[in-house]
């Protein structure tokens, strides 16, 4: 820690401080003060005159090394934990009292000076807009936020980290008062204490408050909490960790403070000091969940603005405050759902996902769900709108996922299939293939075109198979299409459910294997053992032949649904090679003899 550094800066914010002041600051006795201060004089950094200290020309100069040269915000990630506020808006563009949390950082760093302000951003990355011309702020993207932690927000950001001297902030953070400063004289982490058990990144530090040593977890201790700051000499030191780290196989999931807490544990020398800073309770909030939200700002206890927990209220006739147990569910293709509870009762409700209104038929959907209602085979519906797709279903605690691995399991998935068809249920629509491929490959044609070079000579293919099925006829019955082993819930009781019918439809049964297979990443081999589950016996060739044309038009139609929702902004990575892969390979096999 630089004391005439930090020395000065106080004088320079408050030329009338008292010595006593100034030793409870910076946790000095009043001795070691009045020491400092007359150092300061005879260096010729500060006058005094009528109680006041007055920083010369030559302590001005001497404190430019500190100037804060700008504040990076992390504003990059998806705030999971706010589910279903941000689904709509980004964690840091949420309320507290009337004014969002980056909002309200950015004009604690205007007040005290500080205008160079970049925002790395990810998640609706659109939101952020406005900020450029409201404040003047710039924006960098970060294209691995969704498959990445925090390290790449700083990785993406590094060119204004590196031989710098700044902040880096969370755009989710809430501070009671500024604690800003225009200079500021040592890297520090700000720190609160808390009493008893926790799960925060505790922090040990010896008695000049450096950072000794950081771990998960901890008991009656100070943990980060809030803002950092990095300091020019720290800022070139750790940076260059950060991006050997970022490139380094299984780094993820790592926050960038995985980096600093691995540097303090190996005694990194070369590594300037991280300091703690540590702050009064009731002045940094980091906000957990929609839970802490609430009991710190009442208005979202009844009137959040959410579409989704207004629905949920008027659904259940209830206030938004009994809405609890917020949590988010692993994200679908399809749409977001998030979990809640009510009385004790867990539920989900799905929120439709960008460009489903032009993908899905919900009105179509609600159908089948009413058709084998009397099944009982489907997840229990609450509520469905028709026209907006919003539903909500009950939750089945204890429940899990088919596993496409276990032979078993998905023999008993077959099993219910089977079932299902055996039925012959009907409904007046039916999912037909060949128009669902024209429709998607008109969908991609105008939002952008089809990225595939050779898409011409597949689609040539995919003809060649659909006119071979037109030969074969079969039957058709009410199919699910949307056979995934995720849609196949095992409950506690061992019962198996099959839930999103948003795609069902007439079809050929054949087609629920062929989509549970490419679902399943099945090689030819497994397929065949998936089929014969099916049928309970061994295919015919032409059973078999079927199959193959079904997964390879499965394939290229779900590539070319990926090929959509990415022109439309959603990514899904490799998902759309792997279908395409398919639609190639099966149509060799398809064609087989």
């Known amino acids: 820690m630089n004391k005439y550094a930090y020395l000065l800066r106080e004088i320079f914010e408050c030329n009338t401080i008292t010595q006593r002041e100034l030793a409870q600051k910076m946790s000095l006795s009043l001795g070691s003060v009045n020491t400092l201060i007359k150092e300061a004089v005879s260096l010729n950094y500060i006058t005094k005159s009528d109680n006041k200290a007055v920083l010369t020309l030559s302590g001005l100069e001497y404190l430019s090394a500190f100037k804060v040269d700008r504040a990076i915000i992390m504003a990059a990630g998806f705030g999971s934990r706010f589910v279903p506020l941000t689904f709509e808006t980004p964690k840091g563009l949420l309320e507290v009292f009337g004014e969002r949390m980056i909002e309200r950082q950015i004009k604690q760093l205007h007040d005290v000076g500080i205008y160079d302000i970049v925002i790395v951003v990810g998640y609706l990355k659109e939101h952020f807009d406005y900020l450029i011309d409201k404040y003047n702020v710039k924006l960098v993207y970060n294209p691995v936020y969704s498959c990445k932690n925090n390290i790449s927000t700083l990785h993406y950001a590094a060119e204004y980290i590196k031989d710098s001297n700044v902040y880096i902030l969370s755009s989710d953070n809430w501070m009671r008062e500024n604690m800003y400063h225009r200079y500021e004289p040592y890297s520090w982490y700000s720190s609160i204490y808390m009493e008893g058990n926790t799960n925060e990144w505790v922090l040990k530090f010896n008695k000049k408050r450096e950072i000794t040593d950081i771990m998960v977890g901890g008991k009656d201790a100070y943990v980060m909490y809030g803002p950092v700051y990095f300091s020019k000499d720290f800022s070139n030191a750790f940076m260059p960790i950060l991006e050997k780290a970022f490139f380094t196989p299984g780094s993820d999931d790592w926050y960038w403070e995985n980096v600093l807490m691995n540097e303090i544990k190996a005694e990194n020398k070369d590594l300037p000091a991280m300091h703690i800073n540590p702050q009064p309770d009731n002045q940094v909030y980091e906000f957990e969940n929609l839970e802490e939200l609430r009991a710190f700002d009442d208005r979202y206890k009844e009137n959040s603005g959410n ?110 299939l089977k079932s299902l068809h055996d ?158 892969r398919y639609a190639k390979d099966f149509f060799a096999e398809a064609m087989r003899d």
């Not at 259940?316 to 998030?338: C, E, V, W, Y």
């Not at 867990?346 to 179509?364: A, E, F, N, Q």
């Not at 839930?499 to 090689?523: H, K």
């Open 307 to 416: 579409v989704a927990l207004e629905l949920i209220a008027k659904v259940f006739d209830i206030p938004q405050s009994h809405i609890k147990g917020l949590r988010t569910l692993k994200a679908g293709m399809t749409n977001k759902s998030f979990l809640f509870e009510v009385d004790n009762q867990s539920y989900i409700c799905r929120i439709p996902g960008k460009g489903t209104d032009v993908l899905i038929d919900r009105k179509h959907e609600y159908d089948s769900y009413m058709a084998v209602k009397d099944l009982h085979i489907t997840e229990k519906i609450i509520y469905f709108d028709r026209e907006s797709g919003y539903k909500i279903s009950k939750f089945y605690d204890g429940s899990r996922n088919a596993d496409p691995e276990n032979k078993e399991e998905m023999g008993r998935c077959m099993e219910l």
């Open 423 to 580: 039925k012959n249920i009907k409904v007046d629509h039916d999912f037909d293939i060949a128009e669902r491929i024209d429709y998607y490959t008109k969908l991609c044609t105008e939002s952008g075109g089809i990225s595939f070079e050779d898409v011409s000579f597949v689609q040539k293919n995919m003809e060649i198979l659909l006119d071979m099925l037109d030969h074969m006829k079969s039957h058709k019955c009410l199919c699910h299409i949307d056979s995934v082993a995720d849609n196949f819930i095992i409950t506690a009781d061992d019962r198996i459910k099959l839930i999103d019918w948003e795609y069902a439809g007439m079809a050929e049964p054949i087609i629920d294997v062929a989509m549970c297979s490419i679902y399943s990443y099945y090689n030819k081999e497994k397929a065949n053992v998936l089929l014969e589950s099916y049928l309970q016996r061994k295919p015919t060739d032409l059973e078999y032949k079927k199959l193959y044309a079904y997964m390879a038009l499965s394939g290229y139609l779900w590539s070319l649904w990926t090929v959509y929702k990415s022109n439309i902004g959603e990514e899904f990575g490799e998902y759309s090679l792997k279908m395409y």
